[in-house]
């Protein structure tokens, strides 16, 4: 393998027959064929091209043969969202009757597929916590088909081991799932530790501007396969313009998130120090408690901060009500600094105790930190807490 960054720059696809430098646009649903013996094999899959968007397109490949360079996979998929593609994964591996082992702290869309939404085909998950990876095997049951993990988790910001956990999944023969969004390939490579299948939501840190959708899943080629598929037949797919955006996003990958953990780990640094918050986590700061992981399987510490107001829910909102600079928004990884109160928005449908039981207290502020100069970002997030 090249190293990280040519491989973002320069993997794409075939110049055409006009030798473009940058990567064409392909705005369409459909494509043509020679005569009815091409057709014929094609949709035979005795020749390999694209038929449909929906399928494929030279964009959306482009966009997919990337991630895979840069995840080490063998094989993947591009969607609409990365809700897609978590679903998707799920859907098109799991049975009626089968089981899901999961970390608990998990974004709260995907806990809700798990208590809402999977139950409807008999499909159960068992949680553990991020320091309770000793409890793992003793979920594990007959019925057991995937282990999955965000790591770091969101938005309580745990490191879990993917090495010890990979071990465990390879013993019992169970897929290994981890959501790499918050890290990025640029950070770690989950594959490397024993995972089956990464999925992203595109929409966050690939992107890195907060322009469009998109969620990608790679990984061992039979799994892939299965997932294939699924999203042929149930329509999930990315369109070509985003993935034209996030393929040329990936180009600026490696120089986006390094600037981004140097600005964090500086914001989490004066966090730390400040009177008003009763707790700051953050991967690279001495204080995680999984601090030792967090430095062996990741590169940097990614851009997001989670940390405990001392006040609660009162000075959640004086705290978010006094946010100047930064921006107030659900989303995370942009090149713009954004506040979010998970208590009241990403994590709000949860019931209390669910959110409590990932340490999500009213106090709780998350913050993706952006591209701007750290010094402005932390004197508005100063001047905030100063009206606390």
Avoid at 103 to 116: A, I, Q, Y
Avoid at 169 to 194: E, R
Avoid at 202 to 215: F, I, M, N
Wanted: hydrophobic share 40%; charged share 25%; proline share 3%.
């Amino acid at each position: 393998m090249k190293h990280f960054e040519t491989e973002a720059i320069r993997a794409q696809m075939e110049r055409s027959q006009y030798k473009e430098h940058s990567t064409p646009l392909y705005l369409t649903s459909s494509f043509v064929f020679d005569d009815a013996e091409e057709m014929r094999a094609s949709f035979a899959e005795e020749k390999e091209r694209n038929l449909y968007s929906r399928f494929t397109n030279p964009n959306t490949s482009e966009f997919v043969d990337k991630i895979c360079k840069l995840e080490g996979a063998e094989a993947g998929y591009a969607f609409a969202t990365g809700m897609s593609a978590i679903f998707t994964t799920f859907a098109a591996l799991l049975d009626s009757g089968d089981h899901i082992v999961s970390c608990r702290s998990v974004f709260g869309s995907t806990h809700t597929l798990f208590t809402k939404y999977l139950p409807k085909w008999n499909i159960t998950t068992s949680y553990f916590t991020a320091d309770e990876v000793d409890r793992i095997e003793s979920l594990i049951k007959p019925e057991t088909k995937v282990l999955y993990i965000e790591t770091p988790t969101n938005p309580a910001i745990d490191i879990l081991d993917m090495e010890k956990i990979g071990a465990i999944c390879k013993k019992h023969d169970i897929v290994f799932l981890v959501d790499n969004c918050f890290a990025t390939p640029y950070l770690q490579q989950p594959i490397k530790y024993g995972a089956d299948l990464v999925i992203h939501s595109a929409t966050k840190l690939l992107d890195g501007q907060g322009r469009v959708l998109g969620g990608v899943t790679v990984g061992r080629k039979d799994l892939m396969r299965e997932v294939y598929l699924f999203a042929r037949n149930s329509g999930p797919a990315m369109s070509p313009f985003n993935a034209w955006v996030l393929s040329k996003s990936l180009e600026t990958l490696a120089v986006r998130v390094d600037r981004h953990c140097d600005n964090a780990l500086k914001v989490a640094e004066f966090l730390e120090q400040q009177d008003k918050i009763s707790m700051v986590k953050y991967p690279f700061l001495k204080s995680h408690p999984q601090y030792e992981t967090a430095k062996k399987q990741m590169k940097k510490g990614g851009n997001i901060i989670a940390f405990e107001l001392k006040d609660g829910l009162k000075a959640g909102r004086t705290f978010l009500n006094n946010i100047k600079l930064c921006s107030l928004s659900a989303n995370l990884g942009d090149t713009r600094t954004i506040v979010t109160h998970p208590a009241s928005t990403t994590h709000g449908r949860l019931a209390v105790e669910d959110r409590l039981a990932v340490g999500i207290t009213d106090g709780f502020v998350r913050i993706s930190v952006g591209l701007e100069h750290e010094e402005d970002v932390i004197a508005d997030i100063e001047q905030a807490l100063a009206a606390v």
